[in-house]
Nanobody
Framework: VQLVESGGGSVQAGGFLRLSCTTS????????MAWYRQAPGKEREGVAA???????TYTHSVRDRFIVSKDNAKNVMFLVMPSLKPEDTAMYSC????????????WGQGTQVTVS
């Protein structure tokens, strides 16, 4: 199983990024998927998640800004992040689990997002 994030970078406040999580060994149509982030000195937090039906959930701070989606045919999950704020700066990681598992057991290495 491999999850690989891409699309991070450095942008100014108000900018836009689209993150991708490309998977192998995991079918995004059969797994619960999520984006997490961790800023320096802070705990990791869940940002957005998708169930197998593609129903999204978001943490409060991004609910009206970020959009999570997936392409089942390509086994890729996306996170569209418009109107970025400095407080969005973090390492963003994607994760996967069988939905009956409580914890995410597959993780990517992460992609850095820096907003100045």
């Amino acid at each position: 199983v491999q999850l690989v994030e891409s699309g991070g970078g450095s942008v100014q406040a108000g900018g836009f990024l689209r993150l991708s999580c490309t998977t192998s060994g995991v079918s995004v149509s059969d797994y619960c998927m999520a984006w997490y982030r961790q800023a320096p000195g802070k705990e990791r937090e869940g940002v957005a998640a998708l169930d197998t039906s593609g129903v999204p959930t978001y943490t409060h701070s991004v609910r009206d800004r970020f959009i999570v989606s997936k392409d089942n045919a390509k086994n890729v999950m996306f996170l569209v992040m418009p109107s970025l704020k400095p407080e969005d700066t973090a390492m963003y990681s994607c994760a996967a689990r069988r939905c009956w598992n409580v914890r995410y057991n597959y993780w990517g290495q992460g992609t850095q997002v820096t907003v100045s």
